[in-house]
């Protein structure tokens, strides 16, 4: 029920803008959040948002150059990605979280999307 969109490819110092939906039809969301893994690495956090309260945090090598942003209505979440740097190629995966509180490990969610695409060229 995680559906994510945007994605793929821009030079480096660009700006990307990714989008996700939650079906939250079966189940209480208290918060959505973005992961990405690059080729030969584990998945990683990349920023969280809480529902409702709108708490934010983000990994220290994203701070400054992503936000992330909800809208409680449709259930939605984007992350405007900017100054992207190669290393920041990765698929990008959004979660969501059923449970109360807001969390920055991949066990923490309980949803998630297929993935989509970001790469950054140099």
């Known amino acids: 029920p995680v559906v994510e969109s945007g994605g793929g490819l821009v030079q480096a110092g660009g700006s990307l803008r990714l989008s996700c939906t939650a079906s939250?039809?079966?189940?209480?969301?208290?918060?959505m959040s973005w992961f990405r893994q690059a080729p030969g690495k584990e998945r990683e956090f990349v920023a969280a948002?809480?529902?409702?309260?709108?708490?934010?945090y983000y990994a220290d090598a994203v701070k400054g150059r992503f936000i992330i942003t909800s809208d409680n209505a449709k259930n939605t979440v984007a992350l405007q990605m900017n100054s992207l740097k190669p290393e920041d190629t990765a698929v990008y995966y959004c979660?969501?979280?059923?449970?109360?509180?807001?969390?920055?490990?991949?066990?923490?969610?309980?949803?998630w999307g297929q993935g989509t695409q970001v790469t950054v060229s140099s």
């Open positions: 939250a039809r079966t189940f209480t969301l208290y918060a």
């Open positions: 979660a969501a979280r059923g449970r109360g509180g807001l969390g920055r490990g991949i066990t923490d969610y309980d949803f």
């Open positions: 948002i809480s529902w409702g309260g709108g708490s934010t």
